[in-house]
């Protein structure tokens, strides 16, 4: 209940055996009923041994998956690295037709291969972006509402969890907020765990790698 024994599946998953166990999308009979998926460009920037720190394939497929199940046309990314999840989320976007990814990092790294992806994709797809500390950027009034948000930044317990508070109200109910990496980190974990504690909807799935990926669902307003 307190996320604690989670990490020991991080310590016994092998990617190079199982590969896709995040994405109930593709396992479950009858819950994918759309056509399409992430481009392959941005499948070729998963998580590998020459890019330890990208997001596994599983989680990327995931993301496009999830943001097609809510019709999402506005999605915020905190946390980019080199935009594998966020050219899915685009991709997604067009195949939903269109809407905007805003995609937040306190690195500006990768901000221009990203735009530019995102710019030859078109099909009515957006992306912003926004440099600087995450939860100051939430907090200043920067970003709209969103149907989906997708947190991968800083993964202490007091990073990820003043994300979360800043982020949460920006979540239009009906919609997902994302967190990767909570069977790994501990901080990710914990806050997790708040989460299903205060009695939110919040599934924890483990991902190929072992990090883990939790989603935590916005009720509806009660009529």
């Not at 166990?21 to 998963?46: C, D, H, K």
């Not at 990208?54 to 943001?67: A, C, F, K, P, R």
């Not at 972006?129 to 997708?150: C, E, R, V, Y």
Request: hydrophobic letters at 45%; a negative charge.
């Amino acid at each position: 209940m307190n996320g604690e024994k989670l990490g020991r599946f991080f310590s016994r998953a092998e990617i190079q055996d199982v590969v896709g166990w995040s994405n109930f999308f593709q396992t479950v009979p009858g819950v994918r009923v759309w056509e399409g998926g992430p481009p392959a460009y941005s499948l070729a920037l998963s998580r590998s041994p020459e890019s330890p720190l990208s997001t596994e394939l599983d989680v990327i497929n995931l993301m496009y998956d999830l943001s097609r199940f809510l019709k999402a046309r506005t999605v915020i990314e905190v946390g980019i690295y080199k935009g594998a999840c966020s050219l899915a989320i685009a991709q997604a976007l067009k195949d939903n037709g269109g809407g905007t990814v805003h995609c937040v990092d306190i690195s500006d790294a990768f901000f221009s291969p990203i735009a530019a992806a995102v710019k030859e994709l078109g099909g009515g797809v957006d992306a912003q972006f926004l440099h600087g500390d995450s939860a100051a950027i939430a907090a200043a009034g920067k970003l709209p509402n969103a149907n989906l948000i997708f947190i991968d930044a800083d993964h202490s317990y007091a990073g990820v969890r003043k994300d979360v508070d800043e982020y949460w109200p920006l979540l239009m109910p009906g919609g997902a907020l994302v967190l990767h990496d909570s069977i790994m980190w501990e901080g990710v974990r914990k806050t997790a765990a708040e989460l299903f504690a205060a009695g939110l909807p919040v599934i924890s799935l483990a991902t190929s790698g072992g990090s883990g990926v939790t989603l935590v669902f916005k009720p509806l307003a009660k009529e």
